[in-house]
């Protein structure tokens, strides 16, 4: 019982990073436009969720085509979105985003694809009996693994984003710094050059009066 019960938390690990093998982050940089396409059937969901989590304002233009270039999809200057569909048509559909409105930052985007439906975790859960405890005890630990999932993606993808702000904020107070420090030092030395003037101009003119 107990190896059986390892072999299902195993294939339960398995089957989550299946489901979770079409994520991924990229670059894109100012003035670009990246796409992705993925040869769909028909009658086939898939779900897409993004989010901009570095670069300029956290915005990207997003947009999602059917094979026959019908917009599925459309939003501009967006931080982060999700969206399903079910195909009606087979194809390549494709999953474009856009940072042509930016001219001076790039941008780093997070993109997480997915689509089919999941396959059971195991052949005899097909069936239309009811579930043993140990398939039930399966099901159950299977979706606090997608929960899990999940959290550990959304969890990933804020300190991703706090820590680009942190940098950024970090370079800022570095460039003050420097700056005021600057402007300390041409101060000082500007107080010290007409402080000597002063003295210089009252010299020069008792000497005048001798």
């Known amino acids: 019982m107990l190896q059986l019960g390892l072999s299902c938390l195993l294939l339960l690990l398995l089957h989550v990073c299946v489901v979770f093998g079409t994520e991924l982050s990229f670059e894109l940089p100012d003035n670009d436009k990246q796409c ?27 947009f999602v085509t059917d ?61 239309s009996t009811a579930l043993t405890q140990l398939e039930s005890s399966c099901v159950a630990i299977h979706e606090i693994l997608k929960v899990v999932a999940d959290s550990q993606t959304w969890y990933r993808l804020r300190e991703a984003h706090d820590r680009t702000k942190a940098e950024h904020l970090l370079e800022r107070v570095t460039y003050w710094s420097i700056g005021e420090t600057v402007l300390l030092f041409v101060i000082g030395i500007g107080q010290v050059m007409m402080l000597r003037s002063f003295f210089a101009d009252k010299k020069g003119s008792v000497l005048a009066a001798t």
């Open 36 to 62: 992705f396409y993925e040869e769909l059937e028909k009658d086939v969901k898939f779900d897409i969720d993004f989010q901009v989590i570095a670069g300029g304002n956290y915005d990207v233009d997003c």
């Open 67 to 127: 094979p026959q270039n019908n917009v599925l999809y459309n939003e501009k200057k967006k931080q982060y979105d999700s969206f399903s569909h079910t195909t009606t048509m087979k194809g390549e559909y494709k999953v474009c985003f856009s940072n042509e409105f930016s001219t001076f930052t790039h941008k780093v985007v997070y993109l997480d694809f997915r689509h089919g439906d999941e396959e059971p975790l195991l052949q005899s859960m097909t069936r």
